[in-house]
């Protein structure tokens, strides 16, 4: 890929990244499909914001496209195992692209604006993917002890 369209897509991926960090907290559970199309690029973006060597492509592309058909189903399915089903898929995916990133970053022998951006894009792509296991770590407990965080009363609070 040329270095041109390599900037090109991980300032796309910078911005999709700033997008979730910073509004994802004050969208509402009715902006599913805003959400679902940030996670999208976010997959998209990442899968090509680098010149991977051609087996790493591979896992890539296939893991990405696993992801983002699993991140569609969750949109039209919705239920709790599906979005656990999602995140783990997501999480992997995120795992991958984060490792070969700062392998990139560290194995670059000259740093330009690219290499910056990525440096970034890999550091934000690490706390999403600190966000991520908590909110898995959610999930897990709504699937195995059936709580809500809303239900569970706290010493000194009265039941409603």
Not at 64 to 75: P, R, V
Request: charged share 15%; hydrophobic share 55%.
């Amino acid at each position: 890929m040329k270095r041109h369209q390599l900037a090109r897509n991980n300032i796309i991926l910078l911005i999709c990244l700033m997008t979730i960090i910073l509004f994802l907290p004050a969208m509402s559970h009715n902006d599913q499909l805003v959400k679902n199309i940030l996670f999208t690029a976010i997959i998209f973006f990442g899968t090509y914001s680098l010149d991977f060597v051609k087996r790493a492509q591979k896992i890539l592309i296939v893991s990405g496209i696993l992801t983002i058909c699993l991140n569609w189903l969750n949109h039209f399915i919705g239920n709790d195992v599906m979005v656990l089903v999602f995140s783990f898929s997501f999480l992997f995916y995120n795992l991958f692209i984060v490792v070969f990133m700062i392998r990139h970053v560290a194995k670059s022998e000259k740093v330009d604006i690219t290499i910056i951006i990525n440096s970034i894009n890999g550091y934000l792509l690490l706390g999403i993917l600190g966000a991520l296991l908590l909110a898995m770590s959610d999930e897990v407990q709504k699937l195995v002890y059936h709580l809500d965080a809303e239900t569970i009363h706290f010493a000194g609070k009265a039941a409603n």
